[in-house]
């Protein structure tokens, strides 16, 4: 890392201009450092080194506690503001002059409104503090839809987690070259109060402005402001597509290997997907899973006509609670180095703790367990101790099953895009779309429960079109029409599907074991994509007969997953009263072909 005195900002010095060559960006770092006022900056050059100083200088600062190093070598604990522990879409704005690009779904702003108010509270809120600078790439070097941003910002956590999210450092620099175009990512913890937190996206800028949180989506620009809101406008102006979507491959027993991608909102299923071991009899007889991706896909579709997919990101900022040697296991490996753990409990010994990571709570040891905010916590506490939406930031380098294709400049080919969501009942385990059309309505129309990855009301059903509700950066409408469109380019368009591992029975316990048995759908999903599987015509889609499924080994028999895959007609319409949510917000905005589907749905019905 380099140090700038803000004296050499000011006289734009002959050192500053070696460092930073591109004078585009050195006009724009001055003119922020200008507003922001902190004492000094730091940039941020990469590799192995600077990351260990990175978090020498947070322990030394108090940001980082360093945890049990035999046990858990490189890792650290970070506590976030107790007010700051997801993502706060109602802060979440997208800025542009008219209130028309950014669709009935967004919160908008004037970009001129939004910036004055912007520059009001990002005024000298740096004094005393250092602004790092951060330049990185999201996507692999070299690839035709990799982007460079430049992330400013005061927070010391958010440097080391975009070190480990993103491609940061010299590298970028040396991408940009000369160009002007990088993503303006300017961020400042300010004091945290909810009450003055603004998520600001400016598309026609290619900016984002954020200001009040230091968590996760608010504060590490290149994942969901970049990496979503702001690409997936830039991929419908030039048509390509970013979509919040694992990218995982799978190699069958003859030795085939394809590439899924499959949308689940937040908190429902992706890194746990994206990760999966198969069980023993199926990785006996050849079964793999590897991973490219486990939040974001950028996809576009090449010379031949085929959808291919990048990962943009080079770590995971992964859900802990749930997360178990059972559950999970490759996580758990992935973690188990050189890791940022985010409002989890910590042991005594320096180990760390989370609902779920063992089947019963730690054992009262000698000294008191401390919860996710640093407070005494025994089993009786009442509270849990790490906070639901606590999450793990692990290099990908980590994971022991990465796809050796993660780096690729030239992607993935995608054969099946998988769409999920969290539902209790009414909606079956797995069907597939009759055609890409089709597809399209059954990504748009989906439902979930909400989860504690974004600040509100946990549990209650919402329409989350792709997964994409809290991310899309410009009209819903266009981005519907943008999905219906690329059907053109495609030659052989991937396949499409919805699954569903949380439905319940009459007891409430999840029907389907899920996790790496989650296999046993995705044998057929492909099967099926290559022409290979037979699947019964319901109202739905395509469904497996319960013979279609291999069941081998599981609890779950014939009966009971046909019982899982039971589409109820009355719920049915029930569901598709509740999808007016949707339609009546999108009115005027909802393309032809939305409506001709749901016209022939409830004709089936
Ligand atoms: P974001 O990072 O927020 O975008 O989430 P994600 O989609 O990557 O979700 P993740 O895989 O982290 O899973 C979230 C929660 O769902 C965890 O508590 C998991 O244990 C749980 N989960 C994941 N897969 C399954 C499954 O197949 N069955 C069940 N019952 N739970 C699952
Ligand atoms: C999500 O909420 O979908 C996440 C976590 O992946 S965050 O980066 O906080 O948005
Ligand atoms: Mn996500």
Known sequence: MITIEMS??????????????????????????????????????????????????????????????????????????????????????????????????????????????????FGDCMKGRTMYV?????????????????????????????????????????????????ARCLHSVGDCDPRRRYICHFPLDNAVWS?????????????????????????????????????????????????????????????????????????????????????????????????????PESGYFGVLPGTSETTNPIAMRTISHDTIYTNVALLPDGDVWWEGKTAYSPAPATAPIVDWQGNPWTPETGRPAAHPNSRFTSPMQNNPILDPAADDPQGVPVTAIIFGGRRASTIPIVYQAFNWSYGVYV??????????????????????????LPFIGYNIGDYLVHWFRMRAKMADPPRIYHVNWFRRDEHGKFIWPGFGENIRIL????????????????????????????????????????????????ALKAELLAEEELFLKLAGELPKEMIFMRELLISRL
């Open 8 to 121: 050499e900002v000011r006289d734009n010095s002959s050192r500053l201009r070696e460092i930073i060559t591109n004078t585009h960006l050195r006009a724009w770092i001055g003119k922020m450092a200008a507003m922001c006022q902190p004492d000094r900056l730091v940039l941020c050059q990469g590799g192995a080194a600077e990351r260990r100083e990175l978090f020498a200088m947070g322990v030394s600062q108090g940001v980082f506690i360093p945890l049990n190093q035999e046990k858990l070598p490189g890792c650290y604990l970070h506590r976030s503001n107790p007010n700051d522990v997801a993502r706060s879409e109602a802060s979440t704005y997208i800025c542009t002059p008219l209130q028309a690009m950014v669709g009935p779904t967004n919160n908008w702003m004037d970009s001129k409104v939004a910036y004055i108010r912007l520059q009001e509270l």
């Open 134 to 182: 951060l330049p990185f790439v999201m996507g692999p070097i070299g690839s035709r839809l990799s982007r460079v941003g430049v992330q400013l910002t005061d927070s010391l956590y958010v440097a080391a987690s975009m070190d480990i999210m993103t491609r940061m450092g010299d590298r970028a620099l040396h991408v940009l070259g000369e160009s002007a175009e990088f």
């Open 211 to 311: 200001f009040g949180s230091g968590y996760g989506g608010n504060a590490l620009l290149g994942k969901k402001c970049m990496g979503l809101r702001l690409a997936s406008f830039q991929g419908f102006q030039q048509g390509w597509m970013a979509e919040h979507m694992l990218i995982s491959g799978i190699r069958e027993p003859d030795g085939n290997k394809s590439y899924v991608t499959a949308a689940f909102p937040s908190a429902c299923g992706k890194t746990n997907f994206a990760m999966l071991i198969p069980p023993e009899s199926y990785r006996k007889k050849g079964w793999q899973v590897t991973t490219v991706g486990d939040d974001i896909a950028w996809m576009w579709v090449d010379d031949t006509g085929k959808l291919r997919a990048i990962n």
């Open 443 to 468: 990504g748009a129309s989906l439902g979930s429960e909400t989860t504690a990855a974004a600040t509100g009301r946990v549990g209650v059903v919402r329409r989350d079109p792709m997964a994409m």
């Open 523 to 570: 044998e057929w999903i492909l099967k099926r994509s290559h022409g290979k599987a037979y699947a019964v015509e319901t109202l739905l889609g395509w469904m497996p007969r319960p013979d279609d499924i291999n069941l081998d080994g599981l609890e779950l028999d014939t009966q009971a997953f046909a019982a899982a895959q039971r589409v109820d007609a009355e």
